[in-house]
């Protein structure tokens, strides 16, 4: 698993050096995440630390029909606060985000939007970006 994609170029990210909290919020609730720095989740979808790899290891549903690697607009979110936090968007990132329904000024995909840490952010998973077709039984 993880969000590397061979097709496009790395993304730069700073990785967060000090302890920060994400709230995510839309249809399926709100959780607020808890940041580690020295504990970012790894096994997880989307580059390490990406608002996708936090909000899975979280129990917050996103959809990402790629896997997290940048080749889909599945899993767009909106940037409420802390969006100055984030690493900028690659021209590959934008260019997905141009098929997202709803896009707004602080819009990313939450695979591709890794906070540096420096502030806490909070995050709208919007009602028609969540898979509500579940195949548990």
């Known amino acids: 698993m993880g969000g590397e994609n061979p097709y496009i170029d790395k993304v730069d990210v ?21 940041v580690d720095p020295q504990n970012l989740p790894s096994k997880f979808d989307g580059l390490t630390g990406s608002l996708l790899s936090l909000a899975s290891s979280s129990g917050v549903k996103i959809d990402h029909a ?13 940037v409420r606060e802390g969006f100055e936090s984030l690493n ?20 990313r995909l939450a695979c591709q939007a ?13 009602s028609w970006n969540r898979n509500l077709v579940s195949e548990d039984h």
């Open 14 to 34: 700073t990785l967060p050096t000090k302890p920060y909290r994400v709230r995510f919020f839309g249809a399926g609730g709100e959780t607020t995440v808890e």
């Open 66 to 78: 790629c896997g997290g690697v940048c080749a889909c607009s599945t899993c767009h979110v909106i």
């Open 88 to 107: 900028e968007a690659s021209e590959d990132e934008e260019d997905m985000l141009d098929n997202a329904p709803g896009l707004e000024e602080f819009s």
């Open 114 to 126: 890794v906070p540096d840490g420096s502030v806490d952010l909070v995050v709208e998973v919007p």
